[in-house]
């Protein structure tokens, strides 16, 4: 006679029962330092603070498709553009967490507030350098050559868009105080704050709800810098709260410090170069999708948008990665990294394994926002589409869980010229160029353009895998006397 207790719980007792099954494991890295519940301590709210900031985009997109069909089209390359000017800076100031997360593993807590300085600076700088591709938005658009109906909506979301440039690389820098040192939770809630005002601001301006002009989709490039400018006033005001300012000298330590520059340039400056140039592919990579229509355009909109709900959480994961290598580095114990790399790796994919799944058995889940109130023939004709790179997107899902894992590891070691270096040729390569063939000379087609970017990922994860697995990161360091500056 059959035993009536569930097979699962059957299974767990089995596997419990043993000192090396899975459970007993799975126990023992639970509870055990770099485990995974320490690892999602931290990771948690960076997990839910980018996974927020996906759900603003998503809606922003969302809010764009009932507005119109070129909005929608538009907004996806303008603001990938944007990004890609914006990213060099961000991913720079974005070093900041490696620093902080060295300096306050070493115990050297009064180099934190300077080392928080020198990326505000960095965004003070760029907020002024924005202003160039600002004014020279018409020409950039006119040379890529979209439709003139998208064209249109695209220079004037990319320019309104440039001038949050500063306020974004600030927050970035700022919020680095609170990451870096594992203070996650603040992170979380400056952001959910900023892109709340974000959201109601999208629908107000956009349509023209509550007494607000109705500005199209420059109504959702000002509602997000508004919601930018809200993050760095936020994140400024609490780094100089009282209580930091003895410990971690966050007033004390404004003024510009040059030695300190040069390293956060030297380390975040190909850590900078490697996100600009990252988002550069895929900038052109849609540039070039958008010659074959508005709708293959759409349909790539559609999907990527998607996928940033898979990705986005996972750059908070690398992030906590960085945080928790750059500590245990910092306080010299090289094999605590590798173990929390482990750690957010298994996190990570588990992660992209459920929505790897998802985008395959229930794609239209995600897709029917989209479609509530946007129902003209290029749509429909765009949702259909875009339920086939779904599939697509769910191959590589579980390979982006391994390249932003281990190339979060080994930046938070100061790996970073490496991963420069390898990125740029491997992009271009795989992606950009074969793409850009393709469609140019043998009329290739969207499927075949997606098969590239699937490519190119899985060979970038395993790539850095390898690098990972040769060790050489662990005798790296980004702070003063401990550096060994190995490549």
Not at 364 to 377: I, M, N, S, V, Y
Not at 425 to 447: C, K, Q, R
């Amino acid at each position: 006679m059959g035993s009536s207790t569930p097979l699962c719980t059957r299974l767990y007792k089995h596997m419990s029962a043993k000192p090396g099954g899975l459970a007993a494991r799975i126990t023992r890295r639970w509870r055990a330092d770099g485990g995974y519940r320490e690892f999602l301590a931290i990771a948690l709210p960076l997990i839910l603070s980018t996974a927020s900031w996906s759900i603003q985009h998503f809606v922003d997109r969302i809010f764009l498709s009932w507005h119109s069909t070129a909005a929608l089209a538009a907004a996806l390359p303008a603001g990938v553009a944007n990004f890609t000017f914006i990213s060099l800076f961000m991913g720079t100031a974005q070093y900041v967490n490696t620093f902080v997360a060295q300096y306050s593993g070493a115990d050297r807590l009064e180099r934190v507030g300077p080392a928080v300085w020198q990326g505000v600076y960095l965004a003070l700088l760029s907020g002024l350098l924005a202003l160039i591709p600002a004014f020279f938005s018409g020409a950039l658009f006119e040379f890529v050559g979209h439709a003139p109906a998208i064209r249109a909506e695209e220079i004037e979301y990319f320019r309104i868009l440039c001038y949050g440039t500063g306020p974004q690389v600030a927050a970035t820098a700022f919020s680095c105080f609170f990451s870096g040192r594992g203070e996650t939770w603040i992170v979380l809630a400056v952001n959910i704050a900023a892109i709340g005002v974000n959201v109601v601001l999208d629908y107000g301006l956009i349509f023209g709800h509550w007494g607000l002009p109705a500005l199209g989709i420059s109504g959702a490039a000002w509602a997000t810098n508004i919601g930018l400018s809200i993050s760095a006033l936020a994140f400024a005001m609490l780094f100089l709260r009282r209580q930091y300012r003895d410990i971690y000298a966050t007033l004390s330590g404004w003024k510009p410090d040059r030695e300190l520059i040069a390293r956060l340039f030297r380390f975040g400056g190909p850590n900078g170069i490697s996100f600009m140039l990252d988002i550069m592919a895929f900038t052109l990579f849609i540039l070039i999708v958008g010659r074959l229509g508005p709708i293959p355009l759409t349909a790539t909109n559609l999907a990527f948008n998607i996928n940033s709900l898979a990705f986005m959480p996972l750059i908070g994961c690398g992030i906590a990665v960085s945080t928790m290598v750059g500590q245990c580095l910092g306080r010299d114990d090289p094999q605590a990294a590798e173990y929390c790399t482990w750690t957010g790796f298994h996190i990570a994919l588990v992660y992209m394994g459920a929505m790897s799944i998802s985008y395959l058995a229930i794609p239209e889940l995600f897709l029917a926002p989209f479609g509530f109130r946007a129902h003209d023939a290029d749509f429909v004709a765009a949702h259909e589409i875009a339920v086939n790179l779904l599939r697509v997107v769910a191959v590589y899902c579980i390979f982006d869980a391994g390249y932003m894992i281990f190339t979060a590891a080994l930046k938070g070691a100061g790996d970073t010229r490496f991963v420069m270096w390898l990125s740029i040729p491997l992009a271009w390569a795989i992606m950009v160029v074969p793409s850009f063939i393709v469609l140019t000379y043998f009329d290739g087609g969207l499927y075949l353009l997606w098969g590239f970017v699937c490519i190119y990922i899985c060979v970038m994860s395993i790539v850095f895998y390898l690098r990972f697995r040769t060790g050489r990161w662990k005798s790296m360091r980004v702070i003063e006397n401990t550096a060994t500056d190995t490549d």
